[in-house]
Nanobody
Framework: QVQLVESGGGSVQAGGSLRLSCAFS????????MGWFRQAPGKEREGVAA???????NYADSVKGRFTISKDNAKNTLYLRMNSLTPEDTAVYYC??????????????????????????WGQGTQVTVSS
């Protein structure tokens, strides 16, 4: 059974940085896709970033250039480095995983999915609060 446990959330002032971590376990497949999602109060959950087992990445336009997704296979940990945070980044952040490849080709480049419906394993979430 796949397990995902997020950590690293907290409160930070605008312009600050945070690094989220997601420890994952319970699967042995070599092909997978992992993503970070967030849900702000009163809003639907949205995709933030994704990375697949080949290292391809994808970002939502709202976080490009500020957030970086990465993974450490030796530690079975997914990361999300968040810089230049704004109050609009305040949300509960979730990591998610799906076995196999999910995404699309665009302009000759493969982009792993940041669509919520493509994922079927979820962590419990960690709160990120950015104050102005």
């Amino acid at each position: 059974q796949v397990q995902l446990v997020e950590s690293g959330g907290g409160s930070v002032q605008a312009g600050g940085s945070l690094r989220l971590s997601c420890a994952f376990s319970g699967y042995t497949h070599s092909s997978y896709c992992m993503g970070w999602f967030r849900q702000a109060p009163g809003k639907e959950r949205e995709g933030v970033a994704a990375i697949d087992s080949d290292g391809a990445t994808n970002y939502a336009d709202s976080v490009k250039g500020r957030f970086t997704i990465s993974k450490d296979n030796a530690k079975n940990t997914l990361y999300l480095r968040m810089n230049s945070l704004t109050p609009e980044d305040t949300a509960v952040y979730y990591c998610a995983l799906v076995i196999g490849r999910r995404g699309m080709w665009h302009g000759g480049t493969w982009f792993p999915s940041i669509l919520e419906n493509d994922y079927n394993n979820w962590g419990q979430g960690t709160q990120v609060t950015v104050s102005s």
